[in-house]
């Protein structure tokens, strides 16, 4: 009689979410078969990240009904990776993380299908991000996840009232770990606060007194500064350090070593050269596995509407003891970047290039080597070289003919600003008008640059 019992289903527990009703659903869910179905078949999720919470996240994701992943990293894999992130094992050190993690997953899940691509973010198409119905963040990086919030917020449009379109909505779910510390976010730009409304929850870098790191080191993470801020541009004058080239770091790490045993500093390790370069916190593997739970959860219920999703910060803190504890914060209304969009006023005859000129006198965007968007269309790319080459023609014509002489319209510009003299990559979205054009009311002039 045992040998004929049926088997659970797999998606036995995912069933009791989605194919019952409930007192704390969202107000579209429809329990069935067909919500599960079209679920697992249609649903696209996008994961950024492939390190300790990126693995779970991709895993937990799988595990959860979700058929159709793909997910993005640059990064390779190192030893030291292998004590916290499970998908990988000695023979994959070397490799890229997002191939290994994606392999590994689609091994141990059947029926899932993960695309993996091995690049910085950067270097994708904007349109790639519009693809996915959820992006899921698993960074480690302020920067990276400002850009990824920049480039998912530049899809909102508003209505005439300032209303945020649904149809254009991408939503984001956010999660973060520093040692037992963690945190799992929702973000739905132009209804919850963004990553940008909320940057001041990130606490600002460690700074060491020059002074300090030239003539009185007392630690290892002294010696490591010394070499990255001071020896390095003694030797490489003019050239810039990049914290995700391998050589970069083992130079770094080779002078820290030889500034260590001449003050008989010890503790020089490359882990903690990688660490304290780029602000890195120690993993665990606990932590990871909680907030990532705690994360494929959220994309579940934003995808299914199976229950309310949280509002809207979660923290988690296990140094002593467990505390749990779910923030809601506010929407910045005048947030540059899940706003409505900076509003810059022009004459019609203003050229494409005084209009990139513009971006970088001006007081609220300071945007250097802008690349420019309209409506998909590029109209003019800083890089690479062919492209810069192909839309080069485009600086001399007016922006209102690039822009189909439209009275006002939309458009997107990709660059670099300056904060705490560290340049950043960023996504900017501009509602342009220009002057004298039939439809511009003065309601559209309020509040220009």
């Known amino acids: 009689m045992a040998g004929t019992a049926a088997s659970p289903s797999r998606s036995r527990d995912l069933d009791k979410l989605l194919l019952r009703p409930g007192n704390l659903v969202g107000p579209t869910f429809e329990p069935g078969t067909e919500l599960r179905d079209d679920l697992q078949e249609y649903a696209r999720i996008l994961v950024v990240g492939a390190g300790g919470l990126g693995c779970e996240l991709l895993k937990d994701l799988a595990l959860s009904g979700f058929k159709n992943l793909e997910v993005i990293d640059m990064d390779r894999i190192e030893v ?7 998908l990988f094992r000695v023979e994959d050190v ?7 993690a994606a392999k590994r997953v689609m091994e141990r899940v059947s029926g899932v299908n993960i695309v993996p691509h091995f690049c910085r973010i950067e270097d994708k198409e904007i349109e790639f991000y519009n693809d996915f119905n959820i992006i899921v963040l698993g960074l480690d990086s302020i920067e990276a996840r400002s850009y990824i919030n920049s480039v998912a917020c530049s899809f909102l449009e508003y209505d005439s009232d300032d209303k945020p379109r649904e149809e254009t909505i991408k939503p984001m779910v956010d999660g973060g770990t520093e040692g037992f510390k963690g945190h799992a976010r929702v973000i739905v730009p132009g209804v919850t606060p963004c990553f940008e409304c909320t940057i001041w929850l990130f606490p600002p870098q460690v700074k060491f007194p020059l002074c300090t790191l030239a003539e009185t080191p007392r630690t290892a993470a002294h010696c490591i500064e010394y070499a990255h801020l ?12 990049d914290p995700d080239d391998p050589e970069h770091m083992k130079w770094v790490f080779s002078e820290a070593v030889k500034r260590a045993e001449l003050f008989g500093i010890p503790g020089v390790t490359y882990s903690l050269t990688q660490g304290v370069v780029k602000n890195i916190i120690p993993a665990i593997a606990s932590t990871n596995a909680i907030i990532s739970a705690a994360c494929a959860l959220e994309t579940l219920k934003i995808a ?25 914060f506010v929407k910045d209304k005048d947030c540059l970047v899940c706003g ?10 203003v050229t494409l290039e005084k209009f990139i000129n ?14 420019v968007t309209y409506r998909g269309k590029n109209l003019y790319m800083q890089a690479p070289p062919v492209l810069e080459e192909m839309t080069r023609s485009n600086l001399s014509l007016p922006l209102y003919d690039l822009m189909d002489k439209v009275a006002k319209d939309v458009i997107h510009v990709t660059g670099t600003t ?14 342009v008008v220009f002057k004298g054009v039939d439809g511009v009311t003065d309601m559209d002039m309020a509040g220009g640059a």
């Open 340 to 349: 409505p969009g900076v509003l810059i006023e022009l004459d019609t005859s």
């Open 230 to 241: 001071i020896k390095w541009d003694e030797v490489h004058s003019g050239k810039a350090f």
């Open 358 to 371: 513009l971006l970088e006198e001006h007081p609220n965007l300071q945007l250097s080597k802008a690349s």
């Open 80 to 86: 030291s990776n292998l004590n916290r992130q499970f």
């Open 304 to 328: 299914s509407g199976c229950s309310k999703t949280l509002s809207n910060y979660l923290t988690y803190n296990g140094v002593e003891g467990l505390h749990i504890k779910v923030t809601e």
């Open 418 to 431: 300056g904060k705490n003299d560290k340049k950043t990559s960023c996504l900017r979205k501009l509602r």
């Open 94 to 100: 070397g490799k890229p993380k997002a191939e290994v």
